[in-house]
C-alpha cells in the first residue's frame, strides 16, 4: 500500500507568507503528487495546515478526490 505524506502547509488563505504563496504552493504539491503517484492509496495530511491556527483559510480550498 502507497501513502504519500504531506506536511506543514501553511496555508493563510489570499496572501504571502514570507515571501511565498502557501496555496499556490499546496496546489503545485497536490498537481505533482496526482501526476507522479496515480498509484497511491491515500494522503496523509500532518504539521501545520494553516498559519496562526486559523480555520479560515481551509475554507477556500476547493474539496477534491479521486475515485
Not at 496555496?23 to 504539521?47: C, M, P, Q, W, Y
Amino acid at each position: 500500500m502507497k501513502f504519500i505524506p504531506l506536511a506543514d502547509t501553511h496555508v493563510v488563505g489570499a496572501g504571502l507568507l514570507y515571501g511565498q504563496d502557501p496555496a499556490k504552493r499546496l496546489s503545485r504539491a497536490v498537481a505533482t503528487t496526482n501526476a507522479e503517484n496515480g498509484d497511491a492509496h491515500f494522503v496523509i495530511v500532518t504539521g501545520g495546515m494553516t498559519y496562526w491556527a486559523m480555520q479560515r483559510p481551509l475554507r477556500g480550498l476547493p474539496a477534491r478526490s479521486r475515485s
